[in-house]
């Protein structure tokens, strides 16, 4: 999960706990206070009723029966009773109906004086009253169907704000974390490109308050100390290998003459044979190094417009030359992109040794000294694929492949130092291309170069 949604997701949780409690709170005060009004109104109809009976001698149980059930202040499925102090009923807002009641009840009212309790959609309201003469035991109970409704409602509002208000907080939360941390996005767009080739790149700060801006700060200090040290590891490196160059020169010149000498021994020329042989491959390998220092140089990165089947028909044909039993079969797919992909933009003399390396490598590791190269493109990529037969490669080797100085079991008897492949690599990498090694279905081997357009 990124930053910014961890962010995010925190907030937007704690909001919810928070205002959770809130409506929970708000619910319990709000049905609390329900209930007191809803005792409050059921008190108040029993004192009504008992002052009516105590004022009245002979009270007119009827009469009072009728203004029951026509005052505007009555509850739904409203029910009176009112005992004297022996337990005894005497008057009944339901004449002519059968009640039950429960003694227990008239009881604990003589011991606490009231009760309230619910049973199913009814509440029921019990209270002791003293007066001058007698005690009287009033039980009243209805259904608060309006105050329920409302305290319904309000359950409702508050479960659709909860949850609405904390997808609003998570909107706005992920919206202001984004905007917040943009900087390190670009910071991190910007860091993500940089490789050998571009180390010049730097992040842009405008202030040494802000965190972000503190580390691109010290992020460009690090950079230069990289990049100075870098370009005096890739000068040593071309420098030794530009100096290196002459003395073998002189020594395989020297060897040769030697060799050509009729005047010493044919054992001492099968030694000087091996000597020169080893010199050559020290002078290769000083030209792998060579050749691999300028391709990290931006100096040699100088392009132009050129035509990549050219640079493969050049390619092809040194190879033909160096090796002249190896034979390349060529194929071009036709298509209506085909023709524009041919033509890119780069570095000439560097794309012919990036492919001269892989078709060298196809000619090495074949066993029928044969290569088939393919060139195709879509929309959006021109392909240069080059197939041999051969040892394959097994998959830890195929993810050591463009090391330096790496070589495969397949490379046991052959002549080489590992540092072909990372030479084409580094320079497609120049070209924004690249380059991939796979085993075909066929167990053969399938280097595949793209360039993207």
Known sequence: MSLKNRISLLVSILFAILYGIACVFIFLLASNFREEEFIDRLEVKALRTLKF???????????????????????TNERTLIFDDNFGLIYSSVEGQKVNWNVSDLKYLKQNRSFFKKIGENEFYGILIDTNSKDYYVLISANDRYGNRKTIYLKYILLISYF?????????????????????????????????NNLETRIESKSDKNEIDLIANEFNF?????????????????????????????????IENKIADPNISEASKNFLSVILSDVNHL?????????????????????????????????????????SDFKISFEIEDNDYLEQ????????????????????NACVYSTN???????????HNL???????????????????????????????????GLGLIIVQRILGLHQAQIQYSVTEDKTNLFRIKFLF
């Open 383 to 417: 392909t240069i694929s080059v197939y041999n037969d051969g040892k394959t490669l097994n998959s830890t080797e195929q993810l050591q492949l463009f090391q330096p100085f790496m070589r495969g079991k397949n490379a046991n008897g052959t002549t080489g130092f």
């Open 283 to 323: 002078t290769e390998l000083i030209h792998s190094l060579l050749i691999l220092s300028k391709t990290e140089s931006n100096q040699s990165a100088e392009k132009e417009v050129i035509r990549m089947d050219e640079v493969l028909f050049n390619s092809i044909e040194k190879i033909n030359k160096i090796y």
């Open 341 to 360: 992909a041919l033509e890119i933009r780069g570095n000439k003399s560097l794309l012919e040794i990036a492919v001269s390396n892989v078709l060298k």
């Open 222 to 254: 690090m950079m230069d100390r990289i990049e100075t040290s870098y370009k005096g590891q890739k000068e040593f490196t071309a420098h030794a290998s530009h100096e290196l160059r002459t003395p073998l020169s002189r020594i395989t010149s020297q």
């Open 164 to 196: 609405a208000f904390t997808l609003i907080c998570w909107l706005i939360t992920s919206w202001m974390v984004r905007k917040a941390i943009l900087p390190l996005s670009l910071f991190h767009k910007k860091i993500k490109n940089i490789n050998e």
């Open 53 to 75: 009976l105590s004022d009245n001698k002979t009270p007119d149980y009827e009469l009072l029966r009728k203004l029951d059930n026509s005052s505007i202040y009555k509850l």
């Open 369 to 379: 000294k044969q290569a088939h190269v393919v060139i195709g493109s879509d929309r």
